[in-house]
Nanobody
Framework: QVQLVESGGGLVQPGGSLRLSCVAS????????MAWYRQAPGEQRELVASITGDGRLNYADSVKGRFTISRDNGKNTVYLQMNSLKPEETAVYYC???????WGQGTQVTVSS
């Protein structure tokens, strides 16, 4: 059974940075494409970034140049480094194992002064 556990969310001021982590268990992690999504109140869940097993990257246009997705297969972990955060990026951020279509429980990111 695949399980994903996110961490690293919190309250940050506009322009600040956070790094989210997602630890996976129960799968052959290094071959799985992984992704980060976010969902703001009253909004649909949207793709933020994804990374394939061989390291190909994809980003939403709104985060290009500010966010970086990466993975450490030895630690079964995918990261999302978020810089220059904006208030409108306040949301619950979710990790997704794209092969097993399994979601984590989410971590809250609040960008506010």
């Amino acid at each position: 059974q695949v399980q994903l556990v996110e961490s690293g969310g919190g309250l940050v001021q506009p322009g600040g940075s956070l790094r989210l982590s997602c630890v996976a268990s129960g799968s052959i992690f290094d071959i799985n494409a992984m992704a980060w999504y976010r969902q703001a109140p009253g909004e649909q869940r949207e793709l933020v970034a994804s990374i394939t097993g061989d390291g190909r990257l994809n980003y939403a246009d709104s985060v290009k140049g500010r966010f970086t997705i990466s993975r450490d297969n030895g630690k079964n972990t995918v990261y999302l480094q978020m810089n220059s955060l904006k208030p409108e990026e306040t949301a619950v951020y979710y990790c997704l194992d794209m092969l097993y279509e399994t979601w984590g429980q989410g971590t809250q990111v609040t960008v506010s002064s």
